[in-house]
Each structure stands twice: as structure tokens, then as C-alpha cells.
């Protein structure tokens, strides 16, 4: 499916606007035959394309766009709303070529993933918006100077091209959602797709979400008053239609669907939102989601001049990619925060994360380096335990016995009552079994228990000690079966 979407022809056919008395336009229509099995009971086995896709406009609405076009005050608009249609016109058939590969995949394969698919396989709905999104032009409505009236037509007009290029889709998608819960949500956002390329995220409101599929409004209609999980169950609908947004960085989008769906409305703010959005998502293993809202959040935060808020959301924005495996990407995150927000709470212990994050990329070189300077710094006074730690492991990485012997012996001099000495007590615990010195080994073991009884390193202490004692007993039984042998007669030869 992958190179069958990429093949697909990239010129752009003309786009005709036509009056025509208001009403929904000509459903297009298409051979189906239906297959029944466990999972699902109509599913799109043949598919024959359609005409290419026209948009008519109704009358009054023809007639209000022509005279902005004709009136050339507002050329820089009319030009982006004529992009978006003749790249609307384009992507039709893609996304009908890939709901038509849909059901042909394995129920499992459906899950919508943020991962590309291999050639032949279907893609996720975040794939098929990801190829698509390069047709449709980057400017928004929010970057140019209009009328409010002129931007209430021009709206109309692209809300009424999605809705109306996206009804066969619609329909198709239907058959997808009702054959199983799992076909459910790559259905459900399928049918977001070509709606979230026409119409900017800043301008997504309850008019476009009505204007879905009707099916798909049906399901988030329900939310306000569903209280079973039947097939009308719909608090799956508005997470499936939730999370599709956030996938693809439209967090306006995901705000007003949770608005929309929830019955009565919550008192918060969009901030406060993606927080708590943001808290799932990182329950759910959603960290690039969780990373999005977090974003959006931060940013939102500095432009209130909320300088707390922005600290404490940038160092969850540095967690989310440091989940994700992208420590580096973390770190610079966690410098930003160190660099702008010292002066805050949690800017105050954001050196923490940044050397931790600088460790987890193994620049350890970078580790001393930086773990030094903050150490030196009264601003971070109450992190210089865990600076000096980071710095004496960070040379046990370089290989620098010197050094890490004279941090070993400054941390031990300074903070031997810290926690993180019985870490420390721990590694030179494994380092003296490395080379088969029993009596440091013992030494060391002996102090964690002594003076930190409760750190996370007991349990593993006390299996080495198990493991040494079983040691000790299997060696002693051998040397008693070895005496033993040794006191036997030797029989004559």
C-alpha cells in the first residue's frame, strides 16, 4: 500500500465550482461485495473508482466566494483556499485507496501506529496524513490579515469541500467501524483526515466536528449520555478521535473533541487540558502524544509568563523524549529550562535531569564537565550530592582511576550520610567481587546494611550474600568429601 499511495498521480485536475440548489451533493458509488466472518460482517472486497471528485457549491455560498475572487482584496487568501481544493480534489482517491487495502490486513494490523508500513501493507491513518500533508500549503488563515466576514466565507467554503469530498469516504469507513472494535478507531480517523487537512487547527470547532460523518457524530454524540459500553459505546470514540489529533500535533483539535464529548463540559483551561491529557498519554506508553501536548502547553505557559508552569512542562516535555530514545533531544531540553528558568522551583533542579540525560547519550566527558560547573554554582546548592556523584561516575566511564578515586574520596569526605552512598558503597561492592577481593566486597556490604537498611540496593546485597554463602557451603562439602576420600585405605595393588 505504501508505494500504491506514493504512485498515485500528483497533477492536479480543475477544480469547478458550480451553483447549485442547496442539499447534500451526489453520493459517488462503488461495487461492493460482502464477505461475512467472526470479526466483522460487510467488508469492501472490490472497488471501482469513481469520477474525480468536483466540488458544487450551493448557490448563495457559489456566489459569495465568486465575489471574493472577483474582488481581489483578498488574493493571498483566495489563493491558499484554492490550494486546499485542488489538493482536496488529489488526495480523494489516495485515501480511498488505502481504506480499499484496509480490510484485506489482519484485524491486528489495523491499530493505527506511528510507525511506517512496509510496501503492501496498509497504512495508519497518521501515515496517510503524513503523505498528504506535503499537497496541502503550510500557511494558515492565522499568518494573514482578513475581514472577519471574508474569513467566515472562505472557511464555509473549504468546511463544505471536506465535508462533501469526505462523504464516500465516510461511508466506506462506516462498513470498516461497524465490522469490529478493533477496525473501529483506523476508521474513525481515517475519516478525520482529508477535514484536518482543509481546515486549520486554530479554526476546528463544534461546526466541523458536526460536520463528520454522521455515524462518527452519532458515536461522539453519545458520550453525553453514555453510561453501558454497548456498540454505541462512545468515550472510545472521542479518545480514538482524540489521540488521531494529537498524533498529528493538532491539540486545538483534540480539545474541542473532548469538549464536544463530555457531558457536563469540565471548567479548564486548554493548558490544563493537555496537562491531564498529557498524564495519560504518559499511562498509556503515549510519550510522542504525551511530548505534543506537553509542548503545546510550555509554549502556552511562556506566553502567559507563567514561568513555573513553563519550567516544570519543559522538564515533562525532556522526560517524554527521553522515553521516546531520544536522550540527546532530552537534554537539550533540560538545558533550555537550566538556561531560562534557573530562578524557578523546577528550574532550580533542572541540572539534574540534564546531566542525567547527558549520561543516558554517554557523554560522559560532557557529564564532568558540566556536573563541575553547576557544583560550583550557588543557584544549585542543594543538587552539588548528586553533581559530585555524577562526576565520580562519570570518570568510572572514562576509565580515569585517578580521578575516580579522588571524587570517591571528596563525596565520601563531604556526603557519606547521602543515599546515594550506598550506591556508591554497591559499585565498589561489585568491583571488589570483579577481582575476588572478599574481605572489600564484605567490607563494603557490611556498611550498606549498617547505615542504609532501607536503600533499594538491600535486595541485591543480600543475593549476593546468598549466593556467596551457598558458595562457601558447596566448597565445604567438597572438602569434606576430599578428607574423607583422603582417610580411605589404598587398596593393595
Same mark, same amino acid.
Given at each position: 500500500?505504501?508505494?500504491?499511495?506514493?504512485?498515485?498521480?500528483?497533477?492536479?485536475?480543475?477544480?469547478?465550482?458550480?451553483?447549485?440548489?442547496?442539499?447534500?451533493?451526489?453520493?459517488?458509488?462503488?461495487?461492493?461485495?460482502?464477505?461475512?466472518?467472526?470479526?466483522?460482517?460487510?467488508?469492501?472486497?472490490?472497488?471501482?473508482?469513481?469520477?474525480?471528485?468536483?466540488?458544487?457549491?450551493?448557490?448563495?455560498?457559489?456566489? !459569495?466566494?465568486?465575489?471574493?475572487?472577483?474582488?481581489?482584496?483578498?488574493?493571498?487568501?483566495?489563493?491558499?483556499?484554492?490550494?486546499?481544493?485542488?489538493?482536496?480534489?488529489?488526495?480523494?482517491?489516495?485515501? *480511498?485507496? =488505502?481504506?480499499?487495502?484496509?480490510?484485506?490486513?489482519?484485524?491486528?494490523?489495523?491499530?493505527?501506529?506511528?510507525?511506517?508500513?512496509?510496501?503492501?501493507?496498509?497504512?495508519?491513518?497518521?501515515?496517510?496524513?503524513?503523505?498528504?500533508?506535503?499537497?496541502?500549503? !503550510?500557511?494558515?488563515?492565522?499568518?494573514?490579515?482578513?475581514?472577519?466576514?471574508? @474569513?467566515?466565507?472562505?472557511?464555509?467554503?473549504?468546511?463544505?469541500?471536506?465535508?462533501?469530498?469526505?462523504?464516500?469516504?465516510?461511508?466506506?469507513?462506516?462498513?470498516?467501524?461497524?465490522? =469490529?472494535?478493533?477496525?473501529?478507531?483506523?476508521?474513525?480517523?481515517?475519516?478525520?483526515?482529508?477535514?484536518?487537512?482543509?481546515?486549520?487547527?486554530?479554526?476546528?470547532?463544534?461546526?466541523?466536528?458536526?460536520?463528520?460523518?454522521?455515524?462518527?457524530?452519532?458515536?461522539?454524540?453519545?458520550?453525553?449520555?453514555?453510561?453501558?459500553?454497548?456498540?454505541?459505546?462512545?468515550?472510545?470514540?472521542?479518545?480514538?478521535?482524540?489521540?488521531?489529533?494529537?498524533?498529528? +500535533?493538532?491539540?486545538?483539535?483534540?480539545?474541542?473533541?473532548?469538549?464536544?464529548?463530555? +457531558?457536563?463540559?469540565?471548567?479548564?483551561?486548554?493548558?490544563?487540558?493537555?496537562?491531564?491529557?498529557?498524564?495519560?498519554?504518559?499511562?498509556?506508553?503515549?510519550?510522542?502524544?504525551?511530548?505534543?501536548?506537553?509542548?503545546?502547553?510550555?509554549?502556552?505557559?511562556?506566553?502567559?509568563?507563567?514561568?513555573?508552569?513553563?519550567?516544570?512542562?519543559?522538564?515533562?516535555?525532556?522526560?517524554?523524549?527521553?522515553?521516546?530514545?531520544?536522550?540527546?533531544?532530552?537534554?537539550?531540553?533540560?538545558?533550555?529550562?537550566?538556561? +531560562?528558568?534557573? &530562578?524557578?522551583?523546577?528550574?532550580?533542579?533542572?541540572?539534574?535531569?540534564?546531566?542525567?540525560?547527558?549520561?543516558?547519550?554517554? @557523554?560522559?566527558?560532557?557529564?564532568?564537565? *558540566?556536573?563541575?560547573?553547576?557544583?560550583?554554582?550557588?543557584?544549585?546548592?542543594?543538587?552539588?550530592?548528586?553533581?559530585?556523584?555524577?562526576?565520580?561516575?562519570?570518570?568510572?566511564?572514562?576509565?580515569?582511576?585517578? &580521578?575516580?578515586?579522588?571524587?570517591?574520596?571528596?563525596?565520601?569526605?563531604?556526603?557519606?550520610? +547521602?543515599?546515594?552512598?550506598?550506591?556508591?558503597?554497591?559499585?565498589?561492592?561489585?568491583?571488589?567481587?570483579?577481582?575476588?577481593?572478599?574481605?572489600?566486597?564484605?567490607?563494603?556490604?557490611? @556498611?550498606?546494611?549498617?547505615?542504609?537498611?532501607?536503600?533499594?540496593?538491600?535486595?541485591?546485597?543480600?543475593?549476593?550474600?546468598?549466593?556467596?554463602?551457598?558458595?562457601?557451603?558447596?566448597?565445604?562439602?567438597?572438602? @569434606?568429601?576430599?578428607?574423607?576420600?583422603?582417610?580411605?585405605?589404598?587398596?593393595?595393588?
Amino acid at each position: 500500500m505504501n508505494h500504491q499511495l506514493r504512485a498515485m498521480p500528483m497533477t492536479t485536475p480543475a477544480v469547478t465550482v458550480l451553483p447549485t440548489s442547496p442539499g447534500p451533493s451526489t453520493t459517488r458509488r462503488a461495487s461492493w461485495a460482502t464477505l461475512t466472518g467472526l470479526a466483522c460482517f460487510a467488508l469492501l472486497s472490490s472497488f471501482v473508482h469513481a469520477a474525480p471528485w468536483t466540488l458544487k457549491l450551493p448557490e448563495k455560498l457559489a456566489s !459569495e466566494w465568486q465575489k471574493i475572487r472577483a474582488s481581489k482584496t483578498a488574493v493571498e487568501a483566495v489563493k491558499l483556499v484554492e490550494q486546499r481544493l485542488a489538493a482536496l480534489a488529489t488526495s480523494v482517491p489516495k485515501i *480511498e485507496e =488505502s481504506l480499499a487495502a484496509m480490510p484485506a490486513i489482519p484485524f491486528p494490523e489495523l491499530v493505527d501506529k506511528h510507525r511506517p508500513a512496509a510496501d503492501g501493507q496498509v497504512l495508519a491513518p497518521s501515515h496517510v496524513f503524513d503523505l498528504l500533508r506535503p499537497e496541502f500549503p !503550510e500557511k494558515s488563515f492565522g499568518s494573514i490579515t482578513l475581514a472577519p466576514q471574508t @474569513k467566515a466565507v472562505l472557511l464555509q467554503v473549504l468546511r463544505y469541500a471536506a465535508k462533501d469530498a469526505n462523504q464516500a469516504i465516510g461511508e466506506r469507513a462506516f462498513l470498516l467501524a461497524a465490522g =469490529s472494535q478493533q477496525q473501529a478507531a483506523p476508521a474513525m480517523r481515517i475519516a478525520l483526515v482529508l477535514p484536518f487537512l482543509c481546515i486549520d487547527d486554530a479554526d476546528w470547532d463544534e461546526d466541523d466536528i458536526r460536520a463528520l460523518p454522521k455515524w462518527l457524530v452519532t458515536r461522539l454524540e453519545g458520550a453525553r449520555k453514555a453510561t453501558g459500553t454497548g456498540p454505541e459505546e462512545t468515550p472510545s470514540a472521542r479518545a480514538a478521535c482524540e489521540h488521531f489529533a494529537l498524533s498529528v +500535533n493538532r491539540v486545538g483539535s483534540a480539545w474541542a473533541f473532548h469538549r464536544f464529548a463530555t +457531558n457536563p463540559p469540565k471548567e479548564q483551561s486548554l493548558t490544563q487540558y493537555l496537562e491531564e491529557k498529557a498524564r495519560t498519554c504518559f499511562a498509556g506508553s503515549y510519550y510522542r502524544e504525551a511530548g505534543i501536548c506537553l509542548s503545546a502547553a510550555a509554549a502556552r505557559s511562556e506566553a502567559d509568563k507563567d514561568r513555573e508552569a513553563a519550567a516544570r512542562l519543559r522538564l515533562a516535555l525532556a522526560r517524554s523524549m527521553a522515553k521516546l530514545g531520544c536522550p540527546a533531544d532530552a537534554a537539550k531540553e533540560a538545558l533550555h529550562v537550566v538556561k +531560562n528558568y534557573a &530562578d524557578t522551583a523546577a528550574g532550580a533542579r533542572a541540572v539534574l535531569p540534564r546531566v542525567h540525560y547527558l549520561f543516558q547519550d554517554e @557523554k560522559f566527558a560532557a557529564v564532568g564537565t *558540566e556536573a563541575e560547573t553547576y557544583g560550583k554554582d550557588p543557584r544549585f546548592a542543594p543538587c552539588r550530592p548528586q553533581l559530585l556523584y555524577a562526576r565520580w561516575l562519570a570518570s568510572v566511564r572514562l576509565r580515569k582511576p585517578e &580521578d575516580e578515586d579522588r571524587l570517591r574520596q571528596a563525596y565520601l569526605a563531604e556526603f557519606a550520610k +547521602n543515599p546515594l552512598t550506598a550506591e556508591m558503597y554497591y559499585f565498589l561492592v561489585c568491583q571488589s567481587l570483579a577481582v575476588a577481593d572478599m574481605d572489600a566486597a564484605n567490607e563494603y556490604m557490611d @556498611k550498606i546494611a549498617a547505615e542504609f537498611p532501607e536503600s533499594r540496593v538491600m535486595k541485591p546485597v543480600q543475593g549476593i550474600r546468598q549466593r556467596i554463602a551457598s558458595e562457601q557451603e558447596k566448597i565445604a562439602r567438597q572438602e @569434606k568429601r576430599r578428607a574423607e576420600l583422603l582417610k580411605k585405605p589404598v587398596p593393595a595393588p
